[in-house]
């Protein structure tokens, strides 16, 4: 009898809804989501019609050969990196020096993510990011790795088509975000770098993984957002092949339950990003959130209600995917940590064990149909490269639930075998460590070579 068969049991005599049914996902519905997201590629390509948005990065996969010393911004998640990176060429990087600073103060001081900050501040603050990590009076080319849908014009032009993951930052939507950084470098007086190239996160790691193996032809984030890139052979209008960003946290041809649509009705953009919201490190904690605070209510967990208790589980700030992370590394017996964190967090106390057990279960459901949803859009973009899967493919992958979270990397990998069934083999899944920073490098170094 497997895990949830044992807690099933006793969840039902609570009366509890089926969690189970609410978030599986079977081998056909995964199948089918793959063919649903082919389709939409297909839509987006060709009549740029539908939720993907399907945007040219203007870069092909690199040579390996690449070389020089570049300075690379990370941008896109809780805190911005900057990198100054060498390529050696014959697929090796080294970083030479990085900082990182979180673009929220946790004392509440600023916060260049919301709405009471301007587009130019924040590009400000990236420029004071630069001038630390290596003074004034230098001369280097830069790469900005900018991780949210832009409409590119050029390998340096990229206009911001709306944001997502809740940020808000005013006067930036609409506008050339490589002419902010450059006007903010300007003001600080850094009139040696220059901002010559622009990428996805996604698109810097599928450069970084295609450095040192041309194989590589995925590219995808797993982390605070979700998205893929691909290279596509045949871009319309391009003679060239190019990277395409597909924007895929957008997707929307999914089944989805009430908890998500409350998620969704009360995020920054309902309707949008509806992948995203069922598989992220920005959304896993608060549809937890939900799961919980419904089941609280009901009387099925953690009883005898405290007002303690449902002011946690009413506040979002109080659950984040850290707290999956949390719960799914924890054991039997005593499920320890995770105890501790209620106790500490909520209040609650003395929870039983088929409690502590049913919460790792709830969670994992979560965690298991993320996984499973980002390998049906794997398995609907191998449909579009290669549909017979007569040659192999690295689908490289960033972020930290891919990197971090207990259980996420093996069952992404065994949905996308599931799905794949036969030919799965000649499918990888590759972690690439800062693949989005050094992709900046990469861009940069790309964007300057001689033509
Ligand atoms: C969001 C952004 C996308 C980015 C992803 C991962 O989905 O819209 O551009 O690639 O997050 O950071």
């Not at 109080?318 to 106790?343: C, M, Q, R, Y």
């Amino acid at each position: 009898m497997s895990e949830w068969e044992t807690v099933k049991g006793h969840f039902l005599d609570l009366g509890l809804p089926d969690l189970h049914s609410c978030f599986n996902l079977t081998v056909p519905q995964m199948q089918h989501i793959a063919k649903k997201f082919h389709q939409s590629m297909l839509h987006g390509l060709t009549e740029q019609k539908g939720s993907l948005k399907m945007l040219p990065s203007f870069f092909n996969i690199p040579t390996g050969e690449e070389s020089g010393v570049f300075l690379s911004i990370d941008f896109g998640g809780t805190n911005v990196r900057v990198s100054l990176v060498q390529l050696l060429g014959q697929g090796k990087i080294r970083v030479l020096k990085k900082i990182s600073a979180f673009l929220r103060d946790p004392g509440g001081s600023y916060d260049y993510t919301a709405a009471t900050a301007t587009g130019r501040e924040l590009f400000g603050f990236l420029a004071e990011q630069i001038a630390e990590l290596i003074g004034v009076g230098e001369t280097i080319p830069l790469g900005l790795t900018f991780s949210f849908p832009t409409k590119m014009q050029a390998l340096n032009k990229a206009v911001l088509i709306g944001w997502t993951k809740e940020f808000n930052t005013r006067a930036t939507v609409g506008k050339d975000v490589n002419l902010l950084l450059l006007d903010a470098l300007q003001k600080r007086g850094l009139h040696g770098i220059k901002p010559v190239a622009v990428i996805n996160d996604t698109v810097g790691t599928l450069m970084t993984a295609a450095y040192s193996n041309p194989r590589a032809d995925i590219g995808s984030i797993c982390g605070t957002g979700h998205n893929t890139c691909y290279l596509e052979q045949q871009p319309p209008q391009q003679s060239n092949p190019m990277i395409i960003n597909i924007e895929s946290g957008n997707f929307n041809r999914l089944p989805a339950n009430e908890y998500d649509r409350y998620l969704d009705l009360h995020s920054e953009k309902p309707g949008e990003q509806v992948l995203e919201k069922m598989v992220s490190g920005r959304y896993l904690g608060a549809l937890m959130r939900l799961v919980l605070l419904d089941l609280v209510r009901k009387g099925c967990l953690f009883q005898g209600v405290s007002r303690e208790m449902m002011d946690f589980f009413s506040q979002a700030k109080n659950l984040d995917a850290e707290h999956i992370s949390l719960v799914l590394g924890d054991n039997p017996p005593g499920f320890g940590k995770t105890a501790a964190w209620l106790k500490n967090a909520a209040g609650i106390q003395d929870l039983s064990r088929s409690e502590l057990q049913a919460l790792k279960i709830i969670v994992s459901l979560l965690t298991t149909r993320a996984a499973r949803l980002v390998a049906a859009t794997y398995a609907g973009v191998l449909r579009h490269l290669d549909p017979l899967l007569k040659r192999p493919h690295i689908i490289a992958i960033d972020g930290s639930l891919y990197e971090k979270m207990p259980g996420f990397a093996s069952c992404l990998e065994k949905g996308l075998d599931e799905i794949l069934q036969n030919s799965s083999g000649q499918v990888q899944l590759n972690l690439v460590k800062d693949g989005s920073g050094a992709g900046a490098a990469i861009a940069a170094a790309v964007a300057v070579a001689p033509r």
